[in-house]
C-alpha cells in the first residue's frame, strides 16, 4: 500500500466584517494569531496562521472583512488586501452568520463566484440562532446561492463543529511538503501581535468611530534578560481625537497600556515593559504613503 502524500496550501477566509473570521481563526489554530472585537473591521491585515492537520498542513489566511463603505485609503487597501487573498487560494472558507444575510455577504460571494476558487460556506453564529431548526432553512437558502464544496454550521466562540472543518480542508490541498516549520503558528512578528494587540484594547474601550482613525506603530522591540521593552506610537488623525485617546489626566491611556501589557505578557510569556505615546498625523487613513509607512499592504 502507498502512503498518502502530504498536503499543502493556502486556505483564505473571507466575509464580510464582523462574521467571526479571526475567531473561526483562532479557535482553529488554538491560539490567538488574530485580534477580535464586536466591532467591525476589526482585522485590517492579511494574516497567516498555521494549521497543522492530517497529514497536510493548511495556511490559513485571515482578511479584512471586505465592506462597502470603502471611502478611505485605508478601507480600500483593506478591500484589495481580502481579495489578493482569495486569488490567491486553493480553498475558500466563506464565513457568514446564520440568520443574518446582508448585501455585503452578497458582494463577497459573488467575488468568490468570480474568482472560481473552491468554496466551503462556514455558517458561524449558531449560538444565536434559537429554535435549532429554523437552522435547515438557512442552510437551504445558503445551498441555493451558491455550489459550495461543504456546508458547515458552527460556533467559532463556543469552538463547536470545528472538527469538521479540519477534517475537509485537506482535500482541497495541493500535494506537496510543509512549507512552513511545524512549530511556527503565525508568518507575523512578535512586535506585529504587540501593535495589534495595543489596537485591540484601543477598540474595545473606545467608542464609536474613534477606533477606525487609530493605528498602532512599533517603535521599539527588546528583549533583554527574559523581559520586554516595548515602546509604541497610537498614530491618530486629528489633533481633537488625542485628547480622547489619553483621557483625563491620562487615565484612558493607562487603563489602555494596563490591559495590554497584561494580554501580551499572557500571548508572548514574558514580562513587559509598555510604553505608550499619542500622535496626530493628519489624515493618516486616507494617505497611500502613510498608510505603507504604517505597515499596511501596498495599494
Ligand atoms: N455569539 C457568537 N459570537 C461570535 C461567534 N464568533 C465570533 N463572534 C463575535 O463576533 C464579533 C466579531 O468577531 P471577529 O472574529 O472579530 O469577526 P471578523 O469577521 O474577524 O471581523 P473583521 O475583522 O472586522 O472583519 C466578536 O464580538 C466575536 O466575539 C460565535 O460563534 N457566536
Ligand atoms: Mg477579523
Not at 120 to 136: E, G, M, R, Y
Not at 256 to 266: P, Y
Amino acid at each position: 500500500m502507498t502512503e498518502k502524500a502530504f498536503r499543502c496550501g493556502y486556505v483564505a477566509v473571507v466575509g464580510r466584517p464582523n462574521v467571526g473570521k479571526s475567531t473561526l481563526i483562532n479557535a482553529l489554530v488554538g491560539s490567538k494569531v488574530s485580534i477580535v472585537t464586536a466591532k467591525p473591521q476589526t482585522t485590517r491585515h492579511r494574516i497567516l496562521a498555521v494549521l497543522p492537520l492530517d497529514n497536510a498542513q493548511a495556511l490559513v489566511i485571515d482578511t479584512p472583512g471586505m465592506h462597502r463603505s470603502a471611502g478611505k485609503a485605508m478601507n480600500r487597501v483593506m478591500n484589495r488586501t481580502a481579495s489578493s487573498a482569495l486569488a490567491d487560494a486553493d480553498l475558500v472558507l466563506f464565513v457568514s452568520e446564520a440568520g443574518r444575510w446582508t448585501e455585503e455577504d452578497a458582494d463577497v460571494l459573488e467575488k468568490i463566484k468570480t474568482s472560481g476558487v473552491p468554496a466551503i460556506a462556514v455558517l458561524n453564529k449558531v449560538d444565536k440562532v434559537h429554535p435549532k431548526d429554523a437552522l435547515f432553512g438557512v442552510l437551504s437558502e445558503l445551498s441555493g446561492r451558491h455550489d459550495f464544496a461543504e456546508m458547515i454550521p458552527l460556533s467559532a466562540a463556543k469552538g463547536s463543529n470545528l472538527a469538521a472543518v479540519r477534517k475537509c480542508i485537506p482535500a482541497f490541498l495541493p500535494v506537496s511538503p510543509p512549507l512552513f516549520p511545524e512549530a511556527m503558528r503565525t508568518d507575523r512578528s512578535p512586535g506585529f501581535h504587540a501593535a495589534e494587540i495595543i489596537r485591540e484594547k484601543l477598540t474595545l474601550m473606545l467608542h464609536q468611530e474613534l477606533p477606525y482613525g487609530l493605528t498602532v506603530q512599533i517603535e521599539r522591540y527588546e528583549e533583554a534578560e527574559g523581559k520586554l521593552a516595548i515602546n509604541a506610537i497610537i498614530w491618530v488623525e486629528r489633533d481633537s481625537q488625542k485628547g480622547i485617546v489619553v483621557g483625563k489626566g491620562g487615565s484612558q491611556l493607562k487603563q489602555v497600556g494596563r490591559a495590554a501589557r497584561l494580554d501580551i505578557k499572557e500571548q508572548l510569556g514574558k514580562p513587559v515593559h509598555l510604553e505608550l505615546w499619542v500622535k496626530v498625523k493628519q489624515n493618516w487613513a486616507d494617505n497611500e504613503q502613510d498608510l505603507m509607512s504604517l505597515g499596511f499592504d501596498p495599494v
